[in-house]
């Protein structure tokens, strides 16, 4: 639902996820590096591993890595989350800014002060598209407070040349 939802904001044609396919990590998934205490979710940009023979695998893409073990202590702090807001929430934030950096000219190495705002944008647009769609409202409200427990923020990562993953991803 994020993806599609994600699309339709943006105008862009059903068939973007396939053919500039992202890649969903867990906290498993990454090195010690890419571990978060303070957020959701992060995009990082890296190249797949040299072990892939197609050219088109080793084109450099965005992924997102889930801090699952902080969404999860969330859930359990209020009784006023799911899961499936939650994610639905997260995810659709991560898939905007992957949108600002594909179609959109948003620098990934931007400076500190022009990430800021960028977060803001991209959540002004996250809560315009969970607008209506389900609960969501006072979730992006409470995680727009600029010192929340755990509100989502991306981290910008240099590229890696994969060496950050295991070898399957
Ligand atoms: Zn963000």
Redesign the pocket.
């Known amino acids: 639902m994020a993806e599609t939802l994600t699309l339709g904001f943006f105008h862009l044609p059903a068939d973007v996820w396939r053919s500039e396919p992202y890649t969903l990590f867990t906290r498993r998934n990454v090195s010690k590096n890419l571990l978060e205490q303070g957020t959701f979710?992060?995009?990082i940009r890296y190249a797949p591993g040299q072990d892939r023979t197609e050219k088109r695998d080793r084109r450099e893409r965005y992924g997102v890595v889930l801090q699952d073990p902080n969404i999860l202590m969330a859930l359990l702090r209020s009784c006023g989350h799911d899961l499936w807001t939650l994610m639905l929430f997260v995810l659709t934030?991560?898939l905007?800014?992957i949108v600002r950096f594909t179609r959109q000219n948003v620098d990934f190495f931007a400076s500190v002060a022009d990430r800021d705002k960028?977060?803001k944008l991209?959540?002004r647009m996250t809560r315009e598209i969970l607008a209506g769609v389900s609960n969501t409202d006072s979730l992006i409200t409470l995680y727009e407070k600029p010192y929340g427990l755990a509100r989502?923020?991306?981290l910008y990562q240099p590229i890696s040349t994969g060496g950050f993953f295991d070898a399957h991803l």
């Open positions: 979710a992060q995009v934030h991560e905007v800014h960028e977060e991209v959540h989502p923020n991306s």
